[in-house]
């Protein structure tokens, strides 16, 4: 099973400072980037990221912390960061981690660093603008007390 590459539609991924020189050295163009809340990737017309050509993100090895963190995401109420697993529906590779524990530990494990990392380079402001971001399709996984960021 592949990635269909449509868990990144309309997902405008959080990007630091850190992910976005590393983006800007890789190529991407500097339009390719706006700030409505907090630094993130623009949508083409279609919801599709802009890193992606067919269903293939084209800047892996230098990718935003949220799209390794996929299909997990998250939000930040107050002081404890929430986890989500994103729905088979958006990402089928959430079917093999059903059938593959230990893929899906792994996986998990990676994303909830990357998340740490991400909110621990994100600003109160940033954070409040990505939590009004409304991802119906989830579900909690996990909740980490802010203070260990």
Known sequence: MAC???CCDNAHPPVTKKSYDQLIAAGVPEPSFERDGYLRLRTRPDGSCILMV???CTYHDVKPETCRAGPFTFDVPEDTI???LKHEAICPIVQIFREEPEMYRRQYEKAAENILGLVANLTDTEIAAINRIDEP???LVAEIP???V
């Open 82 to 84: 929430r986890i989500f």
């Open 4 to 6: 269909g590459g449509h």
């Open 146 to 148: 802010r203070k260990h």
């Open 137 to 139: 399709d989830t579900d």
């Open 54 to 56: 067919d269903h293939k």
